[in-house]
């Protein structure tokens, strides 16, 4: 049997170190119109997904993060693999929020969130752009902010803050809000980051919650070895990364490299193929 990835806790419930990633599924490359299209050919039908959530699933890898109550593909996509393989998938749902400041914005806001407890989420992360709304520098404080984590926790939610934007992870701290999960774009080549890596990984670091990374193979600028080792081996051991993968074999590679990241060994990979191979790459 296989090894089963290792685990955290974050806020009280059990979680994989590896949170699957649904860019690569959904369509969203990062890289143009062309490779979303690809995308969205390859992964057209709820059965089309069910390879890549099982290879995930066979590894204990059993969490996906996205905005899947506002995705009516992904969400059925995933309904239908637990239906099939007899596994509950841990749901880091992404919503987006009305976060006007009137009452008509904030009955929105509160559907928003219950289309969240609706689809099955256990987790509800403030998508980034609307957070970020919010943010005051000025006063180091998020105004509001707790009006919506109360949302959560009223609709049996775990709430916590897509924190694209590394202020949302200080100034949350520094406030005491009910937060209990951060996202953060991590990588080894700063991809999306606002800051210069360094500062990025001190935030981590200093964070009173588990940080989910995301973006840890730039989508796609780095090799699958290159990004996974950076990340596992500079995020604490409370702490996720969230992988990507278009096909079962992909989820396959990136687990061994991980693991091989977490254990300080290297992966047992196959060399990558070329027209002509140098001698000295060996097999």
């Not at 369509?27 to 995308?39: K, L, N, R, V, Y």
């Not at 990984?201 to 080792?229: D, E, F, Q, S, W």
Request: net charge negative; aromatic share 8%; charged share 25%.
């Amino acid at each position: 049997m296989a090894d089963l990835f290792p685990r955290t806790t974050v806020g009280g419930v059990s979680m994989p170190r590896m949170i699957m990633g649904i860019n690569w599924l959904l369509g969203w490359s990062h890289t143009g119109a062309a490779a979303d299209a690809g995308i969205k050919e390859k992964y057209q039908k709820p059965e089309d997904f069910l390879p890549v959530f099982k290879a995930y699933l066979d590894r204990g890898v059993d969490a996906i993060m996205g905005p899947l109550s506002r995705n009516e593909l992904g969400l059925a996509a995933l309904k239908y693999a637990e239906q099939k393989l007899g596994k509950k998938i841990i749901l880091i749902d992404t919503p987006s929020l009305n976060v006007d400041d009137t009452p008509e914005a904030r009955r929105e806001a509160k559907e928003a969130i219950k289309r969240s407890k609706e689809a099955g989420a256990t987790f509800s992360l403030v998508f980034h752009q609307s957070a970020e709304q919010l943010v005051n520098k000025n006063l180091r404080q998020i105004p509001r902010l707790p009006d919506y984590l109360y949302m959560m926790r009223e609709e049996g939610l775990i709430p916590g803050l897509s924190a694209h934007m590394p202020e949302l992870v200080t100034y949350s701290d520094a406030n005491g809000y009910d937060v209990e999960t951060y996202i953060q774009i991590f990588n080894c080549m700063g991809f999306l980051m606002q800051v210069e890596i360094e500062s990025v990984a001190r935030i981590i670091h200093n964070a009173k919650k588990p940080v989910m990374t995301i973006k840890p193979m730039a989508a796609g600028r780095c090799t699958p070895y290159v990004g996974l080792t950076f990340n596992y081996n500079a995020i604490r051991d409370c702490d996720m990364v969230t992988v990507g993968a278009g096909s079962a074999l992909e989820v396959e590679e990136d687990v061994e490299i991980a693991l091989a990241a977490i254990e300080h060994r290297f992966p047992n990979l196959g060399a990558r193929s070329s027209p002509v191979k140098q001698e000295i790459l060996g097999h």
